[in-house]
């Protein structure tokens, strides 16, 4: 007995010696140096010399002479969080010796051309365009290679969301300046014309489903009590159960409020804690919508979700919409608030020419049924920045059939996925296009981009292994095509980093089978219709590329 009392202490003191578990900490990737260039204001016009300053982030640890360039384009936000998130490019990067580029979009970040006032007059904000933030980009790219004294190397393109769609744009618009392209959660259909709006939210409801499939159903009740609280004129419980500080005076503020909440979680769905919210956000809003004494309100329930991400602190006695919601041209969300730069950025962008049909129909989503208005959309675009949305004029200038080496990556927890470049739509393409497709599950917005981590699913990790086979495989293409003889007619047409047209290829079936796990699925299980892909389809990577090169 005595003998057994001892092992007990001495277990009970091993126990509590023990250090405690460690919180997890998303790796981030070294500090950037950081650059500051000058551009021009207006790329186009010879006769305006005024110039601004651009950020540029440049990491060159990893870089050997004769390596490539990898580039990513900022996007919407301050460049450094881009370059935060893009772990899976360090990692490839240190593996090849790459020079690592990643220059600030004009307008967002630090990158305030005339400031955060006079950058926003009218005659000003014009100058906030893709085409001149691309020749930004282009003239950042040669500033590095003259500055470093990089000669002639493939450039790869990287960017996730708004950067991955001007990944795409660039490689296809300048094939001479971006060899190839890795396009991740660039929804570059989500247009007018090309998909149906209310597939994003359609995708936000069915993920809210994933952990409890009564959840949508107690949001959609909460919405009925909403809608009758406006028409009794008893908007009182919005003050009691949903917790609103001060009750807006018209119902779509609150919807809206409530739209954005769900569109950030579904967006950051992530295995792992980040960026304030918990892991799986959307399974924990649900949680805690089930959690708590039952027989509150379905109100009371809403409030308990959306505050996930509007009260992730826990200590807010009542939510302020003001603060937490900024309305704009986007219904998923612009950021901040009024004032911000990046939120008044994009706010401008989202009225002329990134002009995505987002919207909810109340039938495939949990949410009051407001149909896309490009009608409306332009009578506030116009009161707001006296601009006219031109939702058909994006993929005129960058025709996405003409796609030509760019891997396009989307993740089937991301609301955005129905607007990407699906497995589905390589018959779009030409097998020489050498274009490849990955529909991942278990991912949500660029996940595929983040950095390894032990919480990641199976079939990121797998689909990060066959993204990088495909970029290594482009690298020695690239390689062997610089040492060919010109002479050579085979090497002439592979040889051509500046044109859209490829070198051979072999087809998607010569894959190496250990490449994927056993639950990747061939494109053809997908359905091959342009509207919003079943959600019902099967688990694991869907793969389909045009072709693949030989390693």
Same mark, same amino acid.
């Given at each position: 007995?005595?003998?057994?009392?001892? #092992?007990?202490l001495?277990?009970?003191?091993?126990?509590l010696?023990?250090?405690?578990?460690?919180?997890?900490?998303?790796?981030?990737?070294?500090?950037?140096?950081?650059?500051?260039?000058?551009?021009?204001?207006?790329h186009?016009?010879?006769? +305006?010399?005024?110039?601004?300053?651009?950020?540029?982030?440049?990491?060159?640890?990893?870089?050997?002479?004769?390596?490539?360039?990898f580039?990513?384009?900022?996007?919407e936000?301050?460049?450094? *969080?881009?370059?935060?998130?893009?772990?899976?490019?360090?990692?490839?990067a240190?593996?090849?010796?790459?020079?690592?580029?990643?220059?600030?979009?004009?307008?967002?970040?630090?990158?305030?051309?005339?400031?955060p006032?006079?950058?926003?007059?009218?005659?000003?904000?014009?100058?906030?365009?893709?085409?001149?933030?691309?020749?930004?980009?282009?003239?950042?790219?040669?500033?590095?290679?003259?500055?470093?004294?990089?000669?002639?190397?493939?450039?790869?393109?990287? *960017?996730?969301?708004?950067?991955? +769609?001007?990944?795409?744009?660039?490689?296809?618009?300048?094939?001479?300046?971006?060899?190839?392209?890795?396009?991740?959660?660039?929804p570059?259909?989500?247009r007018? *014309?090309? #998909? %149906?709006?209310?597939?994003?939210f359609?995708?936000?409801?069915?993920?809210?489903?994933? %952990?409890?499939? @009564?959840?949508?159903?107690?949001?959609?009740?909460?919405?009925?009590?909403?809608?009758?609280?406006?028409?009794?004129?008893?908007?009182?419980?919005?003050s009691?159960?949903?917790?609103?500080?001060?009750?807006?005076?018209?119902?779509?503020?609150?919807?809206?409020?409530?739209?954005n909440?769900?569109?950030?979680?579904?967006?950051e769905?992530?295995?792992?804690?980040?960026?304030? #919210?918990? !892991?799986s956000?959307?399974? !924990?809003?649900?949680?805690?919508?089930?959690?708590?004494?039952?027989?509150?309100?379905?109100?009371?329930?809403?409030?308990?979700?959306?505050?996930?991400?509007?009260?992730?602190?826990?200590?807010?006695?009542?939510?302020?919409?003001?603060?937490?919601?900024?309305?704009?041209?986007?219904?998923?969300?612009?950021?901040?608030?009024?004032?911000?730069?990046?939120?008044?950025?994009?706010?401008?962008?989202?009225c002329?020419?990134?002009?995505?049909?987002?919207?909810?129909?109340?039938?495939?989503?949990?949410?009051?049924?407001?149909?896309?208005?490009?009608t409306?959309l332009? !009578?506030?675009?116009q009161?707001?920045?006296?601009?006219?949305?031109?939702?058909?004029?994006?993929?005129k200038?960058y025709?996405?059939?003409?796609?030509?080496?760019?891997?396009?990556?989307?993740?089937?927890?991301d609301?955005?996925?129905p *607007?990407?470049?699906?497995?589905?739509?390589?018959?779009?393409?030409?097998?020489?296009?050498?274009?490849?497709?990955?529909?991942?599950?278990?991912?949500?917005?660029?996940?595929?981009?983040?950095?390894?981590?032990?919480?990641?699913?199976?079939?990121?990790?797998?689909?990060?292994?066959?993204?990088?086979?495909?970029l #290594?495989?482009?690298?020695?293409?690239?390689?062997?095509?610089?040492?060919?003889?010109?002479?050579?007619s085979?090497?002439?047409?592979?040889?051509?980093?500046? %044109?859209?047209? @490829?070198?051979?290829?072999?087809?998607?079936?010569?894959?190496?089978?250990? @490449?994927?796990?056993?639950?990747?699925?061939?494109?053809?299980?997908?359905? !091959?219709?342009?509207?919003?892909?079943?959600?019902?389809?099967?688990?694991?990577?869907?793969?389909?590329a045009?072709?693949?090169?030989?390693?």
């Amino acid at each position: 007995m005595t003998r057994t009392v001892l #092992l007990l202490l001495a277990l009970v003191a091993a126990v509590l010696a023990a250090p405690p578990e460690r919180t997890f900490t998303y790796p981030l990737p070294p500090d950037p140096d950081e650059y500051h260039i000058t551009q021009k204001f207006d790329h186009f016009n010879d006769k +305006d010399q005024r110039t601004f300053s651009e950020r540029v982030l440049v990491y060159d640890k990893y870089y050997k002479e004769g390596g490539p360039i990898f580039f990513c384009p900022g996007g919407e936000s301050d460049v450094r *969080g881009g370059y935060d998130h893009n772990g899976f490019m360090f990692r490839v990067a240190k593996k090849v010796g790459a020079f690592m580029l990643f220059p600030e979009h004009r307008f967002y970040g630090k990158t305030l051309p005339l400031g955060p006032v006079d950058s926003y007059l009218p005659a000003n904000i014009k100058m906030l365009t893709i085409e001149q933030a691309i020749q930004d980009f282009i003239g950042a790219i040669d500033w590095a290679k003259k500055t470093w004294n990089i000669k002639n190397v493939p450039i790869i393109a990287f *960017g996730g969301s708004y950067p991955g +769609d001007l990944s795409a744009f660039m490689r296809i618009a300048h094939p001479d300046v971006i060899y190839a392209a890795h396009a991740a959660s660039a929804p570059v259909y989500y247009r007018l *014309g090309s #998909l %149906s709006g209310g597939s994003f939210f359609q995708v936000v409801t069915h993920d809210f489903g994933l %952990s409890d499939p @009564t959840c949508p159903g107690t949001v959609r009740h909460a919405f009925k009590q909403i809608k009758q609280a406006y028409a009794d004129g008893k908007t009182d419980v919005l003050s009691t159960d949903l917790r609103l500080c001060e009750v807006p005076a018209t119902q779509r503020l609150v919807d809206l409020w409530v739209e954005n909440a769900f569109a950030q979680l579904g967006m950051e769905d992530y295995p792992y804690a980040v960026s304030g #919210l918990p !892991a799986s956000p959307m399974k !924990a809003a649900c949680q805690a919508m089930k959690a708590g004494d039952p027989a509150r309100s379905p109100l009371a329930q809403l409030a308990d979700a959306v505050g996930v991400l509007y009260n992730a602190t826990k200590d807010l006695k009542c939510f302020n919409i003001s603060e937490e919601y900024y309305t704009c041209a986007d219904i998923t969300g612009c950021g901040g608030g009024v004032g911000d730069p990046d939120a008044m950025s994009w706010d401008y962008q989202s009225c002329t020419d990134l002009i995505s049909n987002v919207d909810t129909n109340g039938e495939t989503d949990m949410f009051p049924k407001a149909l896309f208005n490009l009608t409306a959309l332009t !009578a506030y675009c116009q009161k707001t920045w006296n601009s006219v949305p031109q939702p058909y004029a994006l993929l005129k200038r960058y025709d996405i059939s003409k796609s030509r080496r760019i891997v396009y990556t989307n993740g089937k927890l991301d609301p955005w996925y129905p *607007g990407g470049v699906l497995p589905d739509m390589l018959s779009r393409f030409p097998a020489s296009a050498d274009v490849h497709a990955f529909l991942i599950d278990g991912a949500a917005h660029h996940l595929d981009l983040r950095a390894d981590v032990p919480q990641d699913p199976p079939a990121v990790r797998a689909a990060r292994d066959a993204i990088e086979k495909i970029l #290594l495989g482009w690298l020695n293409q690239a390689s062997s095509s610089s040492s060919s003889s010109s002479s050579s007619s085979s090497s002439a047409s592979a040889s051509s980093a500046s %044109s859209a047209s @490829t070198a051979s290829t072999k087809p998607a079936s010569s894959l190496p089978a250990s @490449t994927l796990p056993a639950s990747t699925h061939a494109a053809s299980s997908r359905p !091959a219709d342009n509207a919003a892909p079943a959600l019902a389809a099967p688990a694991g990577v869907l793969l389909a590329a045009a072709a693949l090169l030989a390693l």
